[in-house]
């Protein structure tokens, strides 16, 4: 059958949107190790699912060039986006996504005048259907060279508010490979997630803005590269390259499309040992949570910011959680103004999207000290709290070992009694402060009494063991201020039956 000449005509302009339009600068980016935008779109999306808005727009500057030179150069005015399905055979018809990436082979991935309105189109369909999206914001920020829509500032475009007004619509993840400055920075940094590459270099401002506002001239490879984003929180997930990045985001967009039919549990045994027995031997609390989840199902956030609190998103039995807990290599595990921080948006993430949070305590209590408290502990620590108090998700607490003062009460939304449910381990002990400092604290005109060192050294010593033993988890359990203790290889069950038992009976719980 003859094929249309208007057809013809489609197929023809549709060609030259493709990456195979481009060879030269394809080239290019390939030798540089780098994907196109449209590779990594198909790397992420289902086979055969993406249905485009926008492919034939061009950048908005006919005064300054042709009509082919534009068709040849500015591709969908270098933003490539719509809609698709992300992880279908696991998910069948919760799969529906949205993605967008900008396309750093036009014009640096810069954003023009018409690549909003695609932008704003596309944000107002999320907002309508509610869909999980994965944004790859390579790119350099706001484009100055659109000549053909009158503008003196654009700071009427609305973008950023239409992208910021989808937090709690729908779960955001940006992918940052390469460059991100200023505007495509903003896109990132308003994600609920952000997955970056090790080449990345994220900024409020790239080079050339910096240099103008008299600041200095710097590479862009100085500007807010990983080993910086990575450490002061701002990345959540680091990787080794944009492969890695679509099988994290995949994983990621995961969590927020609901339940695996299929799972498999580590051997719960092992939790057994896994805290050591004296209280002031470190230990890493990723391998607790790596046991207590689904095999392969855990990701951890932030890893290298307040590296005092862990964050994690996990799976059991197939059901979304998430898990905080205290890291006693760093800081013995103790509460710090970065650690609360970390810890509280990562519960107002959780509540956003229904996701269950388990709480893993071994704290000495909140950081205390001038120190401490120039970094403003009393407002981040009481964040915490806040945040913890306000979940409607259900909480399930966790002592491992050490649970002690607001510390530990604002690990467990504010109160022993604030959780769903709250369990410790055997070698567990709680207290309103460390309890060598509370005998200090509490018999400090009596110790100052004794005269001889050694003798009041072994008195404290001797009534430390004392207010041990009265810390213990099991007396505790006995005063109901804890609801049970358990054998650490009855966790993840304790932790499913709970959850079984809550599934749809709090506002927000979509487990």
Request: hydrophobic share 45%; aromatic share 6%.
């Amino acid at each position: 059958m003859e094929i249309r000449r208007d057809l013809l005509d489609v197929l023809a302009r549709r060609a030259l949107t493709e990456d195979g339009a481009r060879p030269e600068v394809v080239a290019k980016r390939h030798a540089a190790g780098r994907r196109t935008a449209r590779e990594n779109i198909a790397d992420l999306i289902d086979p055969g699912s993406f249905v485009e808005y926008g492919r034939f727009v061009t950048a908005a500057q006919e005064a300054r060039r042709s009509v082919d030179e534009l068709l040849d150069r500015t591709p969908a005015d270098g933003i490539v986006g719509g809609l698709a399905r992300i992880n279908s055979e696991l998910y069948g018809d919760r799969a529906a996504c949205a993605v967008l990436s900008y396309d750093y082979l036009v014009m640096a991935g810069t954003q023009g005048m018409r690549g909003h309105r695609k932008t704003d189109r596309l944000f107002t369909v999320i907002e309508r259907l509610a869909l999980p999206t994965v944004f790859f914001t390579e790119g350099g920020g706001g484009r100055p060279g659109d000549t053909d829509i009158p503008l003196v500032s654009a700071l009427d475009v609305e973008s950023f508010a239409l992208w910021a007004r989808l937090s709690g619509v729908a779960p955001r993840i940006a992918v940052v490979s390469g460059r991100c400055f200023a505007g495509n920075a903003v896109i990132a940094g308003g994600s609920d997630l952000i997955v970056a590459t090790a080449d990345a270099n994220l900024g409020m401002g790239g080079p050339a803005m910096i240099a103008g506002g008299g600041l200095g001239e710097f590479a862009p490879e100085e500007v807010g590269p990983i080993d910086v984003q990575t450490r002061n929180g701002v990345v959540d997930v680091a990787v080794a390259d944009e492969a890695e990045a679509v099988a994290v985001a995949k994983q990621l967009i995961g969590f927020f499309q609901g339940r695996l039919a299929t799972w498999q549990a580590p051997d719960q045994a092992q939790l057994r040992e896994a805290v050591p027995e004296h209280e002031r031997t470190s230990y890493d609390v990723a391998p607790i949570v790596e046991t207590l989840a689904d095999e392969g199902s855990v990701v951890f956030l932030r890893d290298l910011f307040a590296p005092e609190m862990m964050t994690a998103l996990g799976r059991i039995e197939g059901r979304p959680v998430g898990f905080i807990g205290n890291c006693t290599l760093h800081m013995a595990g103790a509460v710090t103004s970065d650690a609360a921080t970390k810890a509280a948006g990562f519960l107002q993430l959780c509540d956003t999207w229904g996701i269950p949070v388990i709480t893993l305590v071994d704290t000495p209590g909140m950081m205390v000290g001038p120190e401490a408290e120039a970094t403003g502990l009393v407002r981040h620590g009481s964040r915490l709290l806040v945040a913890g108090a306000r979940l409607r998700v259900p909480l399930i607490g966790v002592i491992l070992r050490r649970g002690y003062g607001l510390g530990a009460q604002a690990m467990l939304g504010g109160s022993t009694h604030q959780p769903l449910l709250t369990v410790a381990w055997p070698g567990a002990h709680l207290g309103a402060m460390g309890l060598e400092g509370a005998v200090r604290l509490a018999l400090r005109k009596e110790l100052a009494a004794i005269e001889d060192d050694d003798e009041r050294e072994r008195t404290v010593r001797e009534l430390t063991a004392a207010e041990q033993e009265r810390a213990k988890a099991l007396n505790v359990a006995r005063y109901f201020e804890i609801d049970d203790v358990i054998d650490p290889a009855e966790t993840r069950g304790v932790i499913a039956q709970t959850l079984a038992a809550a599934q749809g009976r709090h506002e927000g719980d979509t487990g």
